[in-house]
Every structure is written in structure tokens, then in C-alpha cells.
């Protein structure tokens, strides 16, 4: 079966950088697009970014130029490089294989900003 299971949640300053981490498994990771997901408290999930299987990478308008996705086949793992975090950032971070709003999740990570 599908499971994907994120890492590197914390809370930090503002300011502050972070890299979340999300193995895979049950899946041939290199033929899979992937993506990170977040939802904050009282919002509906919304995309961070993704990346498909050749490496080409979008994103929201909100993180463009402070967050980075990135992928090692080798490890069957997506990161999230994420610099300059602002409160506004906080939220539950998801990892995604499959899009939105179907396809497989994780359990999710806390990353908190405080100001």
C-alpha cells in the first residue's frame, strides 16, 4: 500500500528556515509527480508546490522565491527547503502523490512561526 510519512515540522521564528522531508513507499517514486499540501487552522488545504517526475517545479504565488521542492529518487523522498518563514506559514504540512483533492497523503507535520 501507499504510505507517505512527512518530517521536520517545528516551530521557529520568524525569519527562521525549515526543511521538510517525506518518504515514500508502496509507489515507484520516480514515475510519481509530488507535491506538498498545507492547511492552517480554519482554511481550506492549498497548494505549496510540486514537482513531476523530470524535475520541473511550481508553485504558490505566496512562497515563490523563499520555498524549494526538490526530489531524490534514490531515496524515494520529497523536500521542502523553506527560508524566510513568516507567521503566515504556519500551518499542517502534507506531502501528496496523486493531486488534489484525490490521490495518497500523509499524516501531516506542524510547522509553527512565531512573530
Known amino acids: 500500500q501507499v504510505r507517505l510519512v512527512e518530517s521536520g515540522g517545528a516551530l521557529v521564528q520568524a525569519g527562521g528556515s525549515l526543511r521538510l522531508s517525506c518518504v515514500a513507499s508502496?509507489?515507484?517514486?520516480?514515475?510519481?509527480?509530488m507535491g506538498w499540501y498545507r492547511q492552517a487552522p480554519g482554511k481550506q488545504r492549498e497548494l505549496v508546490a510540486t514537482?513531476?517526475?523530470?524535475?520541473?517545479?511550481n508553485y504558490a504565488g505566496s512562497v515563490k522565491g523563499r520555498f524549494t521542492i526538490s526530489r531524490d529518487n534514490a531515496r524515494n523522498t520529497v523536500y521542502l527547503q523553506m527560508n524566510s518563514l513568516k507567521p503566515e506559514d504556519t500551518a499542517v504540512y502534507y506531502c501528496?502523490?496523486?493531486?488534489?483533492?484525490?490521490?495518497?497523503w500523509g499524516q501531516g507535520t506542524q510547522v509553527t512561526v512565531s512573530s
Open positions: 514537482i513531476t517526475i523530470g524535475g520541473s517545479t
Open positions: 501528496n502523490t496523486g493531486g488534489y483533492p484525490g490521490g495518497y
Open positions: 508502496g509507489i515507484i517514486f520516480s514515475r510519481n509527480a
